[in-house]
């Protein structure tokens, strides 16, 4: 598609209006315009600006046309209550606002406003505030907080962007409180229980909410979780599918709402939600700004302020734009369009422009943080216009204190986006659908465009006119399928919804439809009016609908459902849709209390036909039993015999092993210690005994076991893999005789192998004399062995200080001691172990002076084939390149490649300068004393996923946690440059910038 020239177009536009706007006289603003390149079929307008507006982030039109603006002067820092509720009013009636009037001020940082009843409603932090005239001068004379403990963080972070769903509650967007180093003295709230102040007997959420999205219903005091999180920014399709946006990860879905997550309480799963942009996280845009204004942190050329995400559904853009979402790239200065498509449980998001972007301008200053369908089906633009974006916490000092922050603060802009034929714009005069009968609201529910559905939907509920129903329940019989989701939902909330309803609409045409009908069946099915055999069979057939989605959201309603046939109709979905992971996890979510008959027969199904996938359903579904109970779950998986069952024997094993790694150890009965060992001796699959290791590993066990017999089938299998296995798990039994093998194996083996299996079978209760024996003839060992030596020391915690002095002495060479292992050393939670290590490891902690040593390696030219090297020896355990070569630990250094090489080697020898969002450290200590450091990359009620250095991650109970902490320094601490020669610099940022 091409682009097209705005100049002729301004003039065109100019000349069909009968009056002149101060627009029009503004060269400044038709600069603005004339900086713009669009997609070809596009014209773009101002609508509204300084001095009407100045700061927005957020804007509303409501049911009579009043056009209300959210301003924000007070970001980044200022929390002095500056913020605004303004609203635009047409005084001379040619469709455009001349006048502004402050409907209510002291607001602190306002992020998102909708209309509620006679008022709106704000999202200003702590608080989601009501505002209303009741004595109609034009100003708020009620302000009061409808939902409160929320966090004030970086506003980057708060909650925001509240939104009427097509289910009748209130969604706000939210993505939990950041650690702020820089400005904790200005942003340390961390929020409290989210509740309705003043109505002690409503529920409650925990602090913050988890850092989660909530939604509510204020008249009746609802409030719930959800189980995804979004930044600045949400929406939803017709259907409700619900997308999200958070800066570099600019799409994604909740592919799993909480209400089918916590059906079962004991399913730990990393997230509810998929990233699903097919062009990655960080994807590469196209602006076109001159003399661009990027601070030290930006990430140039990529994604890195996605926000604003908006589903298009104005009818007006043509059949091309039906499944589209846009989002604002603030820091460049562009908005950009994705087709979203459906793919499987989930959805695929493809560029609609290859090489281009929806919209995008010359001046550094546009700045697009909101969209908004308005009832004309035009998208209007919320040009936040500030010199500066960036949040200070990552910005240099320098900028920060050169007053720079507030640079148009007393400007902003809103744009118009019609089809290059134009759309009328007389809404501001001629809507008034307030005075619309309940006969025209529900009529509306057919509307083309989604404004006018949603308007006429909130009417509706909050005039709670049951004489609705008679004509909902006609919508839900013709042929508008749109229309048919909020007739649904009302008569739902009214209840007026009838089982006829129902059955009708699970054989709708549109396979969203059959989805909501699915959720609402699981909501009414415990009520006796509803369970006919006529809806149970419509139910049931929809068990084998042609759409994966609805098979899907079939399995998690399933949760809900109490007939009989339900458990063998969820194995066949499961048997079919397996590969689709989501599909495992809804299965086991819906199976709360008969979680062994699906284990049962998934054995039955596609026990003999190992993937991946199926592992990992396998592992999650253990683990889920074993967290309930698991009372005999070990047997029931050893009692398959056959080699072929090992692939998903090992991988339920290793679900039990993860889900009590961090609990308080169980004791095998002895039937179970008996079955893993004889299953041990017999299996030829190495997986299979591994896992088996790691189930003795973490539980306890009796002195009863017999031992002995693993010595046998050592002397009767001479298989080299067996015997390590074997020493493996005979040490891991604490058998005592095992030792002596282990340390003749270390000392005075000959075979490699079998010397560094010896070492990573080593118990953690070695002696004094023991310890110094391996010490002494470190230096004979082979590279493997001496690695695994110094792994053995530094992962058993009563061996770490051991490690330090081995080096301090010189016995270990410093060299020896991998970059990663240092990171760990210095940043272990033991102060005195972290104090020690640095000192020993002489850590240079004047970094402007080790910054000045390294900052000619930018003028030098590097060797990239030399950098992946070094890359792969010293960053690729935290980081990677493009999403490969590496572990997905710290931030993609991909999203560097546009940056200057002094910015690069200023994060790379002083991280502590800047700590990417969302990736602060923690410290946890687990009941049982165990110490974990990683990164908190999801959270829920009741446990939460950390990823640990290396890159694996750990769902713990939250029960089992004992303390955590954040840390005040990165995850990757100073002294890189022990590794790393001002050449080796060199060929390391010419990997990183493709050079």
Known sequence: ??????????????????????????????????????????????????????????????????????EMPGYPLDLTKTGKIKKLIDTDGDGLPDKSEVFADSLTLPMGLMKWEDGLLVADAPDVTFLADKDNDGKADVKKAMLTGFSLSNPQHNMNTPKFGIDNWIYVAHS??????????????????????????????????????????????????????????????????????????????????????????????????????????????????????????TDVGQITSSCGITWYDGGAFGSNFENTTLVGEPVHNLVHIDHIETDGATFSGKRVLENKEFLASKDPWFRPVFFYVGPDGALYVVDYYRQIVEHPEWMSDEVNESGALYEGTKKGRIYRITPKDGLKMDWMSALNLGENSTEELTKLLSHKNGWYRRTAQRLLFQRGDHTAATFLHKIINEENEKAKIPALWLLHDWQELTSDDLESALAAKESGVRENALQLADRVWSNPDFQTEELKAAILKTANDPSERVRFQWLCSSAFFDFPEVKELKSTILKNDVEDKWVGIAAIASSAGSEEILFQNAVRDFGTKPSSNKSEFFAHLAATISKKDGANLITKILDAKG??????????????????????????KNLEQELLLSTFLASQNQELRKSIIRTFDVSKVSNTLNTAS?????????????????????????????????????????????????????????????????????????????????????????KVSELIKQVELGNIAKADIEWPQIVELMNYYDTNIRDYAREVFAINEDRKAVLQNYLPAADMKGNAENGKKLFTQNCAICHQIDGKDGTAFGPDLATLKSRNKHSIITEIINPNNSIADKYGQWNIETNDGNHLTGIIVSESENSLSLKTLGGQTENIAKASIKSRQIAKQSAMPNGLEGAISQEGMSDILALIKGE
């Open 643 to 668: 080699d072929n069952n090992s692939w998903w024997q090992a991988a339920m094993l290793s679900g039990i092993s993860s889900m009590q790694a961090y609990s308080s150890p169980k004791t095998l």
């Open 710 to 798: 693993i010595y046998v089938k050592m002397k009767e299998n001479s298989n080299i893999d067996f015997q390590i296995d074997g020493m493996s798990l005979l040490s891991t039994l604490g058998e005592p005789k095992i030792k002596a093998k282990i340390l003749e194996n270390i000392l005075t083996g000959e075979n490699e192998k079998l010397q560094l299996a010896s070492i990573k079978a080593l118990s953690n209760t070695l002696s004094s004399p023991e310890l110094a024996s391996i010490n002494k003839k470190y230096a004979d060992l082979t590279s493997s062995s001496k690695k695994a030596w110094i792994a053995y020391l530094l992962n058993n915690e009563n």
């Open 1 to 70: 598609m091409k682009y097209f020239s705005l100049f002729i177009l301004i003039i065109l536009a100019s000349c069909e209006k009968p009056n002149a706007t101060y627009f029009d006289q503004s060269p400044e603003l038709q600069k603005a315009l004339a900086d713009f390149e669009i997609m070809d079929g596009f014209n773009i307008e101002i609508v509204a600006a300084e001095p009407l507006i100045s700061d927005p982030v957020a804007m509303e039109i409501d049911e009579n046309g009043d056009w209300w603006v959210a």
């Open 176 to 297: 939990g409180a950041i650690n702020s180093f820089a400005y904790e003295h200005v942003f340390s709230d961390k929020g409290s229980e989210i509740r309705f102040p003043n109505e002690p007997n409503s529920p409650k959420l925990a602090r913050n909410a988890d850092g989660r999205n909530v939604r509510f219903k204020p008249k009746s005091l609802e409030l719930e979780t959800l189980s995804g999180e979004s930044q600045y920014g949400h929406t939803t399709d017709e259907w409700g599918h619900r997308f999200y946006t958070d800066n570099a990860n600019h799409l994604f879905h909740e592919v799993m709402d909480a209400r089918y997550v916590n059906a079962n309480p004991n399913l730990a799963i990393e997230e509810a939600m998929e990233k699903f942009s097919d062009h990655g996280n960080a994807a590469k845009v196209f602006p076109i700004t001159q003399n661009p204004n990027h601070q030290l942190l």
